[in-house]
């Protein structure tokens, strides 16, 4: 069975492909117009997938482009026939789950995932933090109103209520389990809390 994993880079610079393997597995890198720079360790870290792997660059800027570019992509996947392959989009953004629901009632199988070790065949075993009920805690006796509202605030809020208690390493590991464990979600670039 083939699997193809569309990668949401603007909504997620953080990849590692290493616990994926490219002989079932393709997986296309869709980077903003404005994302001039890769990190050699992703570039590298890529190699081994030959031409499993693709780079696409998006034209032009403007609000949810990307978004529509991958959206676009689901539908030529869909309209070559490619029935039996299951596509996923690795994405925190829950902007992309109306049109997963859409394509699904024509049989597209697509699903989006915030984490690698949410694919099947994918060895990665889930983030897991030990700090991660102390932040929900934390973050339930601020109002809604006052919560942070974008994973960049959320980060500066998290090293400011924990500093000296946690490693820079864990802010990221508790902010991908609550996006896992659907704690939090994000729509445009906002953050939604479930707690």
């Known amino acids: 069975m083939k699997t193809i994993l569309l990668i949401d880079y603007e909504n997620l610079q953080t990849v590692s492909l290493e ?3 490219p002989q079932t597995t393709e997986a296309w890198f869709f980077v903003g117009e404005s994302q001039n720079k890769l990190p050699f360790n992703l570039v590298q870290s890529t190699q081994h997938f030959g ?3 693709k780079w696409i660059k998006i034209e032009g800027n403007g609000k949810n482009n990307l978004d529509f570019h991958i959206a676009f992509e689901i539908g030529r996947i869909s309209a070559t026939g490619q029935h039996g392959v299951d596509v996923y989009i690795l ?4 902007g992309y ?11 597209v199988r697509v699903k989006r995932i915030v984490n690698l070790s949410q694919m099947p065949s994918s060895k990665q ?4 933090s030990k700090y991660t009920d102390s932040v929900v805690a934390n973050l339930s006796k601020i109002s809604s109103a006052k919560r942070p509202r974008t ?8 090293r400011s209520a924990f500093q ?8 990221d590991i508790i902010i991908e389990e609550l996006f896992l464990n659907e704690s939090i979600s994000e729509r445009s670039n906002r953050l939604h809390y479930k707690f």
């Open 97 to 107: 789950d109306p049109l997963i629901g859409y394509a699904r009632r024509f049989g």
């Open 164 to 171: 000296g208690k946690m490693e820079p390493e864990d802010i």
């Open 19 to 21: 616990s994926i393997d």
């Open 91 to 94: 994405s925190k953004d829950k």
């Open 151 to 158: 994973k960049s605030s959320l980060e500066k809020h998290l």
């Open 51 to 53: 031409e499993s792997l």
């Open 125 to 128: 075993s889930a983030p897991k």
